[in-house]
């Protein structure tokens, strides 16, 4: 392992935190940069007027990007153990999502490590890639870093595989079915059967079959018109301390405004030009007298002590629908509250032991890869 950064990332370092700052890169001469990451951090933090953050956390990350390796075998060994670090936070520092000079500092580290590291392993670090997407989205780095696009589904073969499993499963029972339905045509009294079930349609009383089959609609998530939104501009209710007001660019000419119960658990700041998954067939309503037009989807723990939106990936469009393998369907234009379709379909939403968002293990897909969370086997709502 190397024992410190090379002087073309410190140069990255400094100009990541210049930004931040809202420095001058100049504030560092050229011959500054021959000091450890320490010492660059400590004086421009110092230089922004803002004080510093000299804690132990903060100095344990800043430490890790001056020892990151130089060689992509070890960096990515590094990079699996940073992947461990970030299974179960969105951020490096705290529970929350305000990125710290320590998220910077270990991007600006590792940033050229992940650029070049194949897709095999790139799939292999799927809570470092959620990390680098977030932070790359949240910051304004300009052209200072190559932007790393996500195109890769940031989860396991195991998981394909079990959706290919679960899809044979579903082709095996749909051919049982057409079997027992045939065997049951050459049965005696099945003729007296029909001929009753059609007796009884006409009569408007709906055969047990078709209640089954408009039971299992009713479940679907196809019901739901799941889209990806970007917060444009966050805001804290004004009557409500529980509760934030976002507005959130759907791809339509106008924006939605939704309200949301995040305000213990995200600042207004933190919510803004971040991207989260919505619904955005739920009936219009009042919350507390403010008009809301959506659901944003979040992840919560058991306890619900840390939730967090979730998270679509880089390369999603804004305003595409989240898809779902081998369940299609229209959504309804409007959800009916009077039905409950959402506190039906909400229960079999959750993210896997990978933090990938689910409806029954089957992954909220877009064209830039799953939405994720932080959170692993978190309930979705």
Not at 70 to 87: I, M, Q, R, W, Y
Not at 149 to 169: C, D, H, M, N
Not at 204 to 210: L, Y
């Amino acid at each position: 392992m190397a024992a410190t950064a090379s002087v073309s990332r410190k140069k990255l370092m400094v100009s990541a935190l210049c930004k931040h700052f809202s420095l001058n890169p100049n504030v560092i001469p050229a011959d500054g940069l021959e000091s450890d990451v320490k010492s660059l951090y400590l004086s421009l933090s110092k230089a922004s007027g803002h004080g510093f953050n000299d804690s132990n956390e903060v100095m344990k990350w800043v430490a890790f990007a001056e020892a990151f390796p130089e060689t992509p075998e070890a960096a990515f060994e590094v990079l699996k153990g940073l992947n461990d670090e970030l299974s179960g936070k969105s951020v490096l520092l705290g529970s929350g999502l305000k990125l710290s000079e320590a998220d910077l500092v270990v991007f600006s580290a590792v940033h050229s490590s992940l650029v070049s590291l194949s897709e095999t392993n790139r799939e292999k670090l799927p809570h470092v890639l959620r990390w680098m997407d977030y932070v790359q989205h949240k910051e304004d780095f300009g052209d200072l870093f190559e932007k790393i696009l996500i195109r890769v589904p940031a989860f396991e073969p195991s998981v394909a595989k079990s959706l290919a499993a679960a899809e044979a499963e579903f082709k095996e029972s749909k051919a049982k079915k057409t079997e027992q339905s045939t065997k049951n045509v050459d049965k005696p009294g099945t003729e007296e059967k029909v001929t009753r079930d059609k007796d009884a349609a006409k009569g408007n009383t709906k055969p047990a079959q078709t209640e089954a089959s408009e039971k299992d609609k009713e479940l679907s998530v196809s019901l739901l018109n799941i889209q990806v939104g970007l917060i444009r501009k966050a805001w804290k209710h004004p009557s409500a301390d529980s509760l934030l007001v976002e507005e959130i660019d759907v791809g339509d000419a106008k924006s939605r405004q939704v309200v949301s119960g995040l305000a213990k658990f995200c600042s207004p700041e933190e919510l803004t030009n971040r991207r989260v998954v919505l619904i955005t067939n739920v009936k219009p309503g009042k919350l507390r007298d403010v008009m809301s037009e959506g659901l944003v989807l979040c992840a919560s723990n058991e306890d619900h002590t840390v939730v967090e939106p979730l998270l679509p990936p880089e390369g999603a469009k804004i305003g595409e629908r989240v898809s779902f393998s081998g369940i299609d369907g229209k959504p309804e234009d409007v959800l009916n509250p009077k039905k409950k379709q959402l506190e039906k379909i909400t229960p079999n939403l959750f993210t896997d032991e990978k933090g990938v968002a689910t409806f029954k293990g089957i992954p909220f897909m877009t064209t830039g890869g799953p939405c994720t969370s932080s959170i692993p086997k978190a309930t979705i709502k």
